[in-house]
Nanobody
Framework: VQLQASWGGLVQAGGSLRFPCAASGFTFDDYAIGWFRQAPGKEREFVSSIAWSGDSTIYEDSVKGRFTISRDNAKNTVYLQMNSLKPEDTAVYYC????????????????????WGQGTLVTVSS
């Protein structure tokens, strides 16, 4: 099982980034996919999540209106489109997959997710 958020690096404040997470080793369209992030010195926090079918999406308040999550089940890939990036978006970003029925109730909880990627650092410069 592998979840790989393959892009990371430096972007200027106000810029945009389309962040893919490619999955392999499991039946991708049976899983909801979530994005989490961990800023330096802080706990890991929920960012966004999308249902297996793509028909339900959820966002953390600080990214609502700026980030958009989507998925292409034919390519086993979820995308996080990040616009109007801010320095406070600087973090290690993780994608995770959930097959749990409890995802519909607790999509923001980390223990809802079965599989995790290793994380990729995104730095937003001011």
């Amino acid at each position: 099982v592998q979840l790989q958020a393959s892009w990371g690096g430096l972007v200027q404040a106000g810029g945009s980034l389309r962040f893919p997470c490619a999955a392999s080793g499991f039946t991708f369209d049976d899983y909801a996919i979530g994005w989490f992030r961990q800023a330096p010195g802080k706990e890991r926090e929920f960012v966004s999540s999308i249902a297996w079918s793509g028909d339900s999406t959820i966002y953390e308040d600080s990214v609502k209106g700026r980030f958009t999550i989507s998925r292409d089940n034919a390519k086993n890939t979820v995308y996080l489109q990040m616009n109007s990036l801010k320095p406070e978006d600087t973090a290690v970003y993780y994608c995770a997959a959930s097959s749990s029925p409890s995802w519909t109730l607790y999509p923001r909880r980390m223990d809802t997710y079965n599989y995790w990627g290793q994380g990729t650092l995104v730095t937003v410069s001011s």
